[in-house]
């Protein structure tokens, strides 16, 4: 089909024009451009303003610019321009019109006021042009064009009008700016097309994309931007490169470190660099002949040799990757020791982080080289992943981040044993002839369980004078009130008693904070230092508490099912992760929890035990169960993760709220399958004597939480928490075994190198 | 004007005839109805369907229903139906062009499929209407209504066409979807209008009031969400009730601790509500008889006790308050102490946190209680965004968070006194007869600056067997092989080497995490456990790095004063605040940061002093700036934040960058008003054998930091970072003094209670 534009000179150069030029050139239709007077135009067809169309048929058409193009859009053959189907179709239609609504009217109302326009006009239809942007660049959000999965005419009117208002300085393209990043992405792809460049040179596409950021596109809300933004990357990270199209042509400048370096024939390099942003590594290729510093990348030292290539992004001709960058110039900024990589060991050994495969524990040993193998890189992305969606999940429900103190003095939870923080050693650790303060008083009393619930009555009448715990001098033990802070101080075990305080006061709080244990553990699933999650909310109880845990989890492997996918791959497929990773994480986001209580766990346990099943320890009411118990029910009778509830008083903490029984408590521990427990959670007591009373059954001074029994004196309010160890957590994520593997730099007895 | 519209029986029910009456009901336009067969209809307007509306002066109009509820709203005298002005005109009629293509077409095609719809249909529907959704959820982020700030028909028209999606289960309104937080308030404002209900019952308008989310909506993007959201609070938080005008005249539950009651005659209680949410408490009456609960409520002790509350929103006949809660069930949750607050008293006094103004010193000493007053809640609320802007900032721009260890064993950094962590003082304060493991081996000569000079030569040969230090035993000194971690624990000074580690892999890192000093200062600056984020950027120099503190700082303050309004006006009104403290901020926001370097930093503080400015220390190049002297840079010659770049480097750390004139180092420090530096980063020495040189000169042996030389072996890259403290930030942004007051469990010299 041939067709002819007929327009005066300025109508033809005008952008209503260009859409009608783009629009045919993308439906390849052949259209003509013809000038004329605006006098011939009426001539052709009455109801022509300055452009008309002409058929070869003779038809002659008049009317907005936007009906023109729909006209050439509908004698483009088999193509897609107007949309596919009705529904599509409606939708074009209605892009068309908001492109003429929201942007022309508006830019040529400015155009037509040029100098004259007052302040107040421009910057109301700079609003207006910015919130239509903002609408845009939400809709762009899922999707790549305006209108299905192809480029129709509501993507050329809307890239026209937009290009104008950009002339206009409406809006920036090559801007920073959060609020309009897909909305970029989008509009360098159309503007940078062929049909489009046919009719006009692209507005700044480069700059737009070099630019623009692929990070975080699904995750962008409307927060408030720096303005002005100073730091730029000298490079793109090579997971934009590989989530934006636009780059295939363009020379960009990356950066990294060697995964592998082949060469071929003296002639060829193959570099494949990896900078960490994602798994996969970008390939290289340098030629003697056309990139600058070959010689130089040559004698890299290969594998681990840092490099910043730049050149032209193509499509790539070989096998299995999409893209490659044709290296015009190669500067090596680090050879691997001296370009030999045999001049240098590591731990005894060559440097290590190469192709060839190394065992997980031997990798331990060089923790600073790890992140620069892919299991630990994905780990700590994965790991990076999880604390955000823990931070955003908090956040957006509502409740206040608290950092709970890690010195602490209270020794009163019994989580665990404790290490001491002291002074007392000296601060370099070669002073000589330490000498520790100790008392030499005569021995107070340790106090009696009869004696503690006399003065529990005394307390409870409200009378004593101080409600704090007396001094104990224990002649031998060590003075303590020498040491730094006065008192003995010890690394926390839990953020839980501190936060309280917070919860019974701003509602909605949680810790995120490392904990530790001096436990002489050597297990895959025990560490000294480890971080920990929190959360503690007010009027709330043992059911609400579970509610939270369970969206949490849920929220935790949805945003890495979304926002990790292809790490999630790579541990699926790696030997040191897990087959059919991800249908578990299904299972877990698909299932309502099970949820049921200890007694009625111990009845299916002993009635199992009963059948023949052969487990270790004989189940029976009251015992802690071991993993083999929590496994059963979590892998083979529930098959999807368990809520067990109302423990036996006797195996619980103190401050778990006692059950109207008398005889267990309000708490909660989820397992999961492949980790077992992964949070354990209790409504408080936060009955004052009931506290006082169970403080004193476990053999606890209620003074050595004065303040802890306080919080049930003014205000008490039913409250509950739970805690998730976040390595646990990452194991469970990621498929991997070993709890050293998924935390920058284990600590375990008789480890602390780094 | 009157009109008539006449439809079919049907017609009148329809969703078209239901937009028609409430553009009339809205716009006083009184609008009869008439019932007849579709024959009669088309007889009184030819080109009518099965609705015509018929004027009082007799002319008749079909059509579609948009149209004739156009033509309604343009009966209207003095109305904004149809948007004021052209631009507003040309939205309205496109969002109610919206309606139809995108959510009228797409329902009516699924009603009329009803039952035999495939399976792929309700799909492909459900997808539209979702992403349609999501579009007007975005453009709903800054406003109220759909264009302009009043009510339109484009709200008419499309609230009736979501009501119609919802009755298909297309959407729910009722949900807690943070993809839809915006239109289900927007939903339930116009559906819960009168001129609304006229025409229809309300769509669930309370279920989708009480279960809708005020916070965070500025920054809800479209992350995952979980479907089937498990916890609800059974109380509307009071920000929420503040924030949403649609409570007004509902019943709602809140909870909370009481800040003052009064009583009034007995027959009348005023309680101010709080629960730490946001600042302002809600003012709640309760009626002797009109409350359930009213004789318990008299008798809770008043301030700091409990309640949970429940009762009608009404507008506020009082003075000075926007809402009030007209009680109808007071259920008192915890007394304050058996309802005598003078019953029980803590740290020697009466329950303390009341409406008296207690000094911020004695707060300190109850801080498991000062989180229920108004200062250390509202810094709490400044810390909790601080934190999130932190994350955000970093995620946002592809960083990934590491968490790097708390316990250490490297003795380099110069940062600071370091606590040992150990465990052979027993786990137990009370231990008795603690014995330290002694070395008694003859002493191994320590290495001389020559011996460490040698050596680093055999090293730089890449020759020697272990990189690694040689144990040094000192006879008298602790063997610390005995230890937990078989070498002596530290509690760290910063993260930043660690961190490096990863840098040199990842490319973009950051840590936050605590910190420590074993410092006996009792200044209002310095805590001996606080917080730090410490970014490390790969392939970057000094400049990059400024930028990066810059764009971060100015981060935190713009997202400060968007999402911390309230409590922000609160710090500047309030004694223990600052007078003009948005303005401080803003200037900061607003202006480039003054970079200049050290030295010449030193030439304008000499003239200054030659001219007569009083310093106690006499400027001179080479001495470590003192406090008065950033102050009079900061506050007195730039009156902006300034950034003081290579300094000597006999005062930096061994790793900054040597600058080529071999006596500075690419440092930066960054120094703000009130605080003094608040930042300080450098340009890290990324040659191996420049930082080994730097490494003796400093007198370190480069063994004791063997894997952080090894990075500038394997692949070395210019690189660079800073470090924030984070408790000087939120004293920046609130204004507060102290730093003991924005942490909430401070830790000094001889204090770490809680």
């Excluded at 290539?309 to 044709?326: F, H, M, N, R, W």
């Excluded at 897990?578 to 200890?598: A, H, I, M, Q, S």
Aim: proline share 4%; charged share 25%.
């Amino acid at each position: 089909m041939v067709a002819t534009l007929t327009g005066t000179p300025e109508a033809l150069k005008s952008s209503g024009a260009q859409k009608i030029f783009a629009a045919a050139k993308c439906g390849s239709v052949s259209l003509a451009q013809k000038s004329a007077s605006a006098d011939d135009i009426k001539s052709i067809c009455a109801t022509a303003d300055d452009l008309a169309l002409t058929l070869d048929n003779g038809a002659s058409f008049g009317g907005s610019s936007s009906f023109l193009m729909k006209l050439v859009a509908s004698l483009a053959p088999a193509s897609s321009l107007l949309g596919n189907g009705d529904k599509d179709a409606a939708h074009v239609d209605s892009w068309v019109t908001y492109a003429t609504t929201n942007f022309e009217v508006v830019v040529n109302a400015l155009k037509a006021s040029a100098g004259k326009g007052e302040a107040s006009l421009v910057d109301s239809v700079k609003k207006d042009v910015d919130y239509s942007i903002s609408v845009l660049n939400c809709h762009l959000i899922p999707t790549g064009y305006m209108v299905g999965d192809k480029v129709t005419i509501a993507d050329i009117a809307l890239a026209v009008a937009l290009q104008s208002a950009a002339e206009e300085k409406l809006w920036d393209p090559a801007s920073d700016d959060e609020k309009t990043v897909n909305i970029r992405k989008w509009f360098s792809t159309i503007t940078s097309a062929d049909f489009f460049t046919a009719a006009d040179a692209p507005v700044a596409a480069e700059t737009s994309v070099a630019t623009s950021s692929a990070e975080g596109v699904t995750f962008n809300g409307v927060a408030p931007a720096v303005k002005n933004k100073l730091y730029k990357r000298n490079r793109i990270r090579i997971k934009e490169v590989f989530a934006n199209p636009a780059y295939i042509g363009q020379e960009i400048t990356v950066a990294g470190w060697t995964r592998t370096l082949r060469k071929a024939g003296g002639k060829l390099l193959f570099i494949e660099l990896n900078d960490g942003s994602c798994g996969t590594s970008i390939q290289c290729t340098c030629e003697a002949s056309e990139t600058e510093g070959f010689e130089d990348a040559k004698k890299s030292g290969g594998t681990g040799s840092s490099f910043q290539l730049t050149g032209t992004l193509i499509e790539s001709p070989a096998d299995g990757q999409a893209v490659e960058l044709k290296v015009r110039v190669a500067k090596l900024l680090g050879a691997v020791y001296g370009g030999d990589p045999k001049g240098e060991t590591v731990g005894g050994m060559l440097y290590p982080v190469s192709k060839k495969a190394h065992t997980l524990e031997f990798m331990r040993e060089i923790a600073h080289l790890r992140p620069r193998t892919s299991v630990h890189a994905a780990a700590m992305r994965v790991r990076h992943a999880m604390a955000y969606a823990t931070h955003k999940f908090f956040h957006d429900n509502g409740f206040l981040y608290i950092h709970t103190p890690i010195v602490t003095c209270a020794d009163c939870e019994g989580a665990g044993e404790q290490f001491a923080v002291t002074t007392m050693l000296g601060t370099d650790p070669h002073t000589k002839d330490v000498t520790l303060p100790v008392y030499e008083e005569p021995e107070k009393k340790e106090l009696s369980k009869k004696e503690l619930k006399r003065l529990a009555k005394k307390n409870a009448k409200g009378k004593q004078e101080s409600n704090k715990p007396e001094e104990v001098k224990i002649p031998g033990a060590v003075d303590y009130t020498k040491d730094f802070f006065g008192r003995r101080g010890n690394l926390t075990v839990s953020g839980q008693l501190n936060v309280e305080t917070h919860a019974c006061a701003l509602s909605d709080v949680y810790t995120f904070g490392p904990t530790f244990r001096a436990e002489n553990s050597h297990t895959a699933r025990h560490l000294s230092e480890f971080w920990m999650i929190e959360p503690e909310i007010a009027f709330a109880d043992l059911e609400d508490d579970i509610n939270l845990a369970e969206d949490y989890l849920k929220y935790c492997v949805e945003y890495a099912l979304e926002m990790c996918a292809e790490d999630l791959e790579f541990f699926e497929n790696s030997p040191h992760g897990e087959k059919g990773l991800r249908d578990r994480l299904k299972n877990v986001l698909e299932n309502p929890f099970k949820r049921l209580t200890y007694t009625e766990a111990i009845e299916i346990l002993e009635k199992a035990y009963a059948d023949g099943v052969e487990f270790e320890v004989k189940p029976e009411w009251g015992i802690d169960l071991p993993s083999e118990h929590e496994r059963y029910l979590c892998e083979n009778v529930f098959k999807k993760p368990v809520v067990l509830t109302n423990y036996p008083k006797e195996i619980k903490a103190f401050y778990m709220k006692l059950d109207e029984d008398g005889k267990t408590v309000s708490a909660a521990d989820i397992l999961v399958p492949k980790i077992g427990e992964i949070i354990g959670g209790s409504q408080r007591e936060h009955r004052k004597e009931v506290l006082v009373e169970r403080c004193i059954e476990m053999g606890l001074d209620p003074k050595a939480v004065w303040w802890y029994v306080d919080l049930r004196k003014f205000g008490t309010v039913p409250h509950a928490g739970f805690g998730l160890g976040f390595e646990r957590l990452i194991l469970f994520i990621t498929g991997l075994d070993n709890i050293r593997d998924v935390i920058p730099f284990p600590r375990w007895a008789g480890n602390a190198e780094f």
